[in-house]
């Protein structure tokens, strides 16, 4: 257990449901982080937030919207996806910069 | 923006052997080099890292190397074993938050 927390662990969606990713930790940490995780691109850096700013948006298409509403909560609203935006979304956070300490994904399904 | 390049994408030793992966940067202001370990399944941890103020750090078999001018930094694992198996990934930090990873190197130790 690294203390984040993502839930849910598994999701399964139609291309024009909206759903939501949380992200939760309780480690003090300032930074977060949402990244996509696939066989083409294993660690695919999406949003950096730091003090619930975000900071970095890494050219991500507006089908993803995140949010982060406290330094400790992060979300990643999902709306009319593709099927190749299925993989493992794994949040990070971090008292940058130093060691980033990740949740253990959201599997993703896109059908 | 950083580019981390990480090679080679496969490696595969015989148990007890050294492994080797290497890492280029782009951008010089990058200031922390971490590496992960990706075990089939789980999340991304930390095994080791290095400041841009160090050029070699050492933790039992594992070590890393960082060159600042040529911008590349190697991660070495001496006497590999069984357990070494599963993905590695390069890292750079830029600036204070931006955490841009490698493609990911699998490796697999033969017994």
């Known amino acids: 257990e690294t203390g984040v927390t993502q839930t849910p662990r598994h999701l399964v969606m139609g291309m024009t449901n909206k759903k939501s990713l949380k992200c939760e930790q309780h480690l003090g940490h300032n930074a977060m982080y949402w990244y996509k995780q696939s066989a083409k691109k294993p660690l695919e850096l999406m949003f950096v937030?730091?003090?619930?700013?975000?900071?970095e948006n890494n050219s991500v298409p507006s089908r993803f919207s995140p949010e982060c509403p406290n330094s400790s909560h992060l979300f990643l609203h999902l709306h009319t996806l593709q099927p190749e935006d299925s993989a493992l979304y794994l949040c990070a956070s971090s008292q940058s910069p130093t060691e980033a300490f990740f949740g253990q994904g959201t599997r993703l399904t896109v059908v | 923006g950083e580019n981390v390049e990480q090679h080679p994408s496969t490696l595969s030793v015989q148990e007890g052997d050294s492994a080797v992966i290497k890492c280029t940067y782009s951008?010089?202001?990058?200031?922390?080099f971490p590496w992960y370990k990706q075990e089939l399944g789980k999340r991304p941890q930390l095994i080791i890292d290095?400041?841009?103020?160090?050029g070699e750090k050492k933790d039992q078999r594992i070590a890393v190397t960082l060159n600042k001018t040529a911008k590349h930094f190697s991660l070495h694992i001496t006497e590999t074993q069984p357990e070494d198996s599963a993905v590695y990934f390069c890292?750079?930090?830029?600036?204070?938050?931006?955490?841009?990873f490698g493609q990911g190197t699998r490796l697999t130790i033969n017994p």
């Open positions: 890292a750079a930090v830029q600036g204070a938050q931006k955490l841009v």
């Open positions: 937030y730091n003090f619930k700013e975000q900071t």
């Open positions: 290095i400041r841009s103020n160090v």
């Open positions: 951008d010089s202001a990058s200031n922390y």
